[in-house]
C-alpha cells in the first residue's frame, strides 16, 4: 500500500501532492490494479490534513479513470499507467547508468534533477513549442506540498 508523504513549503496544494505520488506509485508499478488506496481516515490520521483534501485527490484520479470508489469497501486501482510498454526496462536501465556516470562524476541528486529537467523542458519546446499544452513541464517529486 502506498504511504502519502505531504512537503507543506513546496507551494503544491496537498490534494495535487497525492495524486501526484498516486500516479509516480502507477508509473513505477508499485501500485497495480486491484490494489486498495488508503482510506480517505487512514490518509487523514497519517499526515494531519482535512479529509475532504483526500477525498478530492480520490476524485480527481477517479475522473481521470485510474481508481474506482466501492462504497464500504474503499478506493481501488482500475488501472496502471506505463503498462505494456517493452521499452520501459530497457530505457529504466540505460537511465540508472547515466545517473550512476553522473554520481561518478561528483553530481548530487539536485544537481542531476536540474540537468534531467532541463533537458526534458528542451526536448518538449522544441517538440511542442514553448508553453504548448504537451509543452515544457515541471519536474514532480513525491514529496511536495502545501495542504490545499
Do not use: C
Not at 46 to 71: F, S
Not at 74 to 89: I, K, M, N, P, Y
Amino acid at each position: 500500500m502506498i504511504e502519502y508523504r505531504i512537503d507543506r513549503r513546496s507551494g503544491v496544494a496537498t490534494y495535487l501532492q497525492l495524486v501526484h505520488q498516486t500516479k509516480h506509485a502507477l508509473r513505477l508499478g508499485l501500485l497495480e490494479p486491484g490494489d486498495r488506496l488508503p482510506t480517505a481516515r487512514e490518509v487523514v490520521e497519517a499526515l494531519a490534513i482535512n479529509p475532504n483534501t483526500v477525498l478530492k485527490a480520490y476524485r480527481e484520479l477517479e475522473h481521470e479513470g485510474l481508481v474506482a470508489g466501492r462504497r464500504g469497501l474503499g478506493t481501488f486501482v482500475r488501472r496502471s499507467l506505463g503498462e505494456g510498454r517493452a521499452t520501459d526496462a530497457r530505457l529504466r536501465s540505460e537511465l540508472t547508468t547515466w545517473m550512476a556516470q553522473a554520481r561518478a562524476e561528483g553530481l548530487e541528486k539536485d544537481d542531476i534533477t536540474a540537468l534531467f529537467t532541463a533537458v526534458l523542458e528542451t526536448l518538449d519546446a522544441e517538440q511542442y513549442g514553448p508553453g504548448a499544452p504537451d509543452g515544457p513541464r515541471r519536474t514532480i517529486q513525491t514529496d511536495q506540498g502545501d495542504e490545499g
